[in-house]
């Protein structure tokens, strides 16, 4: 039985998962000071390795129409193990929350709003994605191409008023940093923005049509990589080596917006865009957390979860890390190790069991 | 401590009587687990006990005890 009785239209996807990639935008600066000039490269070969799994996330998804990875996992595994590895989704989830809610408090506590105590930035965060939740997958994907248009408008009007600052040599020489370096670059950005894209598991069950299901998934895939790699070409050509310096490079590029002393101080786009974006990411995310939960013990609704979850959130949050440096270290070693079985493991390893086993019986069955 | 009360009194107040009334049972019992853990945490915070942090114990684990991690950049 399905908890969600909202549907999502094909289309929408295609906004969710783009608005969903570029939601990511702000954590382009975790990979910054590894890859440095190099980024660029790194989203573009992230973007690459990430594509077969998420192919299979999708293939998954349109297998078991209708179903929640949960109640694929039961079915592929078993009862027990089903169970085990349904508790990995998450955690997986709880934590990346997490995560990203911290990442709106320490935008607003570093640049916009330093006075205002953390927790009350993390609990009105919170409050407005549990609001977003409430009202369901089908609210949120009506509104996902706003989203997404409010994004793209910051990022290419930002790139359009930076132009004439850019130096492309910024970007030379090409392959100067060591292997290891771009080998983490790349598992940090085939992990953050593109294989949390794993978090469509539990949405695209909800899809009234899933025909057009593989090709959406990744033409948002793609609006959303070009959005950060726009994002990474401004701010490298703008900052060049000195990106690696700043807490927020895409602020400290922004900063430097000057029309005629009549255009400046632009940064308040950057927080505005980014805001929306995070709002959306973490809005997907505490839905998959709450409808995932619910399934997991069997409930009707994932309503009632809304609320406690939301409070265990912003105390996670609150205190997972101790500073933006503490977030930055873990997030680039044991923040992308932890997660790599689940994101380049399991989803093939389900869907080639379900292949071997030929589940789900009883809809092949239909079909046959 | 008064806003951790209040908001535990409001989250209480907006789910349970509905989910008595529908005869909810299961989901009364995980709501009510989720919100006693909410309210442990949220209690920790606000007396300033040291909340226990996943990530800084699967950091643990999987840096300095399993050795898997990324060169010092």
């Known amino acids: 039985m399905s908890i969600e009785k909202g549907k999502v239209c094909s289309w929408q996807l295609l906004f969710l ?48 129409q209708g179903m929640n990875v949960i109640q694929v996992n039961d079915l592929v595994y078993g009862r027990f193990l089903g169970k085990v590895v349904s508790v990995y989704y998450i955690f997986f989830y709880l934590m990346t929350l997490s995560f990203n809610i911290r990442d709106v408090g320490e935008l607003y506590i570093t640049f ?16 407005t994605c549990a609001y977003a939740v409430y009202k369901g997958i089908e609210v949120l994907a009506r509104v996902s191409h706003l989203f997404l248009i409010t994004g793209m408008f910051v990022i290419i009007s930002t790139f359009a008023l930076l132009i004439d600052q850019m130096d492309f040599s910024n970007f030379l020489p090409l392959f100067e940093l060591p292997f290891i370096r771009i080998f983490q670059g790349i598992h940090l950005m085939s992990a953050i923005p593109f294989g949390e894209t794993i978090v469509f598991l539990m949405i695209i069950g909800s899809l009234n049509k899933t025909e057009h299901a593989i090709r959406n998934t990744f033409i948002g895939l793609l609006i959303g990589a070009i959005s950060l790699l726009i994002v990474s070409v401004r701010n490298t050509a703008v900052l060049g080596k000195t990106q690696t310096i700043w807490t927020s490079t895409s602020f400290q590029s922004i900063r430097l917006i000057d029309i005629g002393t009549v255009l400046t101080r632009m940064d308040f786009l950057i927080g505005i865009a980014q805001t929306v ?14 409808v995932a939960v619910a399934q997991l013990f069997g409930l009707k609704s994932y309503l009632p979860l809304v609320l406690p979850l939301a409070g265990i959130e912003v105390i996670i949050a609150a205190t997972v890390f101790q500073s933006p ?36 019986r009883h809809e092949r069955g239909k079909d046959a | 401590m008064i806003f951790l009360l209040f908001a535990y009194a409001f989250i209480i107040t907006v789910n349970v009587p509905g989910l008595i009334k529908r005869k909810e049972w299961r989901e009364l019992t995980v709501f009510s687990i989720l919100c006693i853990i909410a309210f442990v945490l949220g209690l920790m915070y606000v007396l300033d006990i040291p909340v226990p942090s996943p990530m800084r114990g699967l950091q643990h684990l999987i840096v300095d005890i399993l050795g898997i991690k990324y060169p010092e950049n």
């Not at chain 1, 916009?112 to 409050?127: K, S």
Request: hydrophobic share 60%.
């Open chain 1, 17 to 64: 998962v783009a608005g969903f990639v570029q939601g990511s935008v702000l954590l382009i600066d975790f990979a910054v000071g590894i890859t440095e000039h190099q980024t660029w490269m790194v989203i573009l070969a992230g973007l690459v390795v990430s594509a077969p799994f998420i192919l299979s996330y999708a293939v998954l998804a349109k297998r078991f």
């Open chain 1, 325 to 360: 440096v503490d977030h930055a270290g873990i997030t680039q070693n044991a923040g992308i190790i932890y997660s790599a079985p689940l994101m380049f493991v399991i989803p093939p390893l389900t869907l080639l069991i379900a292949k071997i086993r030929g589940l789900p």
């Open chain 1, 277 to 290: 974006l995070i709002f959306f990411k973490c809005s997907l995310f505490f839905y998959a957390l709450a």
């Open chain 1, 112 to 127: 916009l709003m330093p006075d205002t105590p953390f927790i009350f930035l993390l609990i009105g965060f919170t409050a």
